[in-house]
């Protein structure tokens, strides 16, 4: 499968192509799937940092569509990765359900990136969705001793939406404020405002959610709260 004109900007930008295989894949809940992959060569040649990511091409109608995802767990010396997909109405989802070993996908290594912040924080406030999660966890094993507060946006109502859902926190340094999705993201941004009124110098605020929403935030923590930018990192993780 070629990789239309998206694959022709990411080669001129020095994007590096793979293929994945597919090793096995679970359920972690019936919205939420894990695939496992060896890695055609990735980690040996590009390495691995906190909440790397590629872009990963599927096919639709005969047009290639390329989405981003977060690899989990990666073992540079095994050459292997997980993907998650929160599951949804999608080409990508539709490829996460049925994916089988031997099943084989293309992906291109550009734009991944992290630069911690320094000094380290004394205190992480983040905002995340499920389709942030993988990101979010590679986030939370960086600074394993770091506390944090974390507002993460559901599809529904709290509890049963984050039940099975494998979020790597500590309850005795992690603090998680559930919110629903509604008024696409308006619920989620008022939240984390009203809770956040003042930003702390030695603090790191992490944003990744739909794209309207993140840079709603990251405008208003930089614009309002006064953080400085090298202590922000927003990413929109998908479109409304």
Known sequence: MGHGWEGVVLKLLRGKDFTFTVTGSEEVTPEYRRVHFTDGGLLAQSGVHPTMWVRVWFERDGKPHQRAYTLVDPDPEKGTFSLEFALHEGTASDWART?????????????????????????????ADPA?????????????TT????????????????????????????????????????????????????????????????TRTTRTLASWARKELGAAKERVSALGYWRP
């Open 147 to 210: 506390p944090a507060t974390i507002w993460f946006e559901t599809p529904d109502e709290a509890g049963p939406a984050t039940k099975g859902l494998p979020l790597r926190t500590d309850p005795d340094r992690h603090t998680v404020h559930t919110v629903p999705r509604e008024r696409a993201g308006a619920r989620l941004t008022e939240t984390v405002r009203t809770a956040l009124p003042a930003f702390p110098t030695d603090a790191y605020l992490w944003i990744a959610a739909d």
């Open 132 to 144: 942030s999660l993988p990101a979010l966890n590679s986030l939370l094993d960086t600074f394993p």
């Open 99 to 127: 994916a089988a070993p031997g099943d084989t996908v293309d992906a291109t290594v550009q734009g991944t990136g992290f630069t911690a912040p320094d000094p380290a924080p004394a205190h992480l406030y983040a905002v």
